[in-house]
């Protein structure tokens, strides 16, 4: 790996520059030929120490004391946090949240009316594998349900079979066009909705005081579901 750009970006920090060139260049050599290693050392860990040092920044501005790091992503930005808290004796706490993009978009669809709202809550959103399976399953629809469905629709083709772009519009507005579908949909997630509301009441995230839920996906679709979860269980209890 050619190093040379990235120790010119992170010599305007010479502090970082040292950290990433004691990582990259071990005592006993073994990670100099390590491609891995050497990305993590000059790029990975220099932007994920600089991003959490920013959310650390911000929730000091705004008088912010609690964080939550989304899992996965979260997880060593979790720890960079901690460590840093640890060292500059800040007083903020950091949890670590549990959650998944099925796990906060299935319980939203029990909030949906219209197939707007399905939309908006991402039902409809393409994937890798736009097959009709794995749609319904998202939509928390069983082997028996999805048969059902197939047949309200009349839908016959495998539903493992990745569907093109307009095979899989299509099938998307079959099911746009189907109220007692989309009903169905909803109130089999209510069980979800609820078990997760209740998960994010005993976490802390219904506190009466400003707090900051931190991610790193690349489309944001984690903490756009949370948002609207959150704003619903809020407007619920005005």
């Known amino acids: 790996m050619k190093t040379d750009k990235y120790r010119r970006l992170l010599s305007c920090c010479p502090s970082l520059l040292d950290a990433a060139d004691k990582t990259a260049n071990d ?16 790029v990975t860990a220099p932007v ?7 959310i650390l920044d911000s929730v000091k501005k705004n008088n912010i004391n609690r964080i939550f790091f989304l899992s996965r992503d979260g997880y060593i930005l979790k720890q960079i946090a901690d460590i840093i808290i640890e060292r500059k004796k ?19 669809y029990y909030k949906c009316e ?45 539903e493992n079979k990745d569907l093109s772009d307009s095979e899989y519009s299509a099938f998307c507005e079959k099911i746009k066009n189907d109220p007692a579908l989309l009903c169905k949909i909803k109130n089999n997630s209510e069980n979800n909705y609820h078990n997760i509301m209740k998960y994010f009441e005993l976490s802390g995230l219904f506190e009466k005081r400003k707090i900051a839920v931190v991610d790193s996906g690349w ?16 407007l619920a209890n005005l």
């Open 114 to 158: 219209t197939a707007e709202d399905f939309e908006n809550a991402g039902l409809f959103t393409g994937y890798t594998l736009n097959s009709a399976k794995n749609f319904l399953k998202r939509a928390g629809l069983n082997d028996c349900q999805r048969i059902e469905v197939y047949k309200e629709i009349g839908f016959s083709d495998d």
């Open 48 to 54: 994920l120490f600089c991003y959490v040092c920013y």
């Open 219 to 234: 489309m944001g679709t984690v903490p756009v579901s949370y948002t609207h979860l959150r704003a619903h269980e809020t």
């Open 90 to 108: 800040l007083k903020i706490q950091t949890s670590y949240l549990y959650v998944s993009r099925y796990s906060l978009r299935n319980a939203l």
């Open 27 to 42: 005592k006993n050599g073994a990670l100099q030929n390590n491609v891995p290693a050497q990305v993590t050392a000059y």
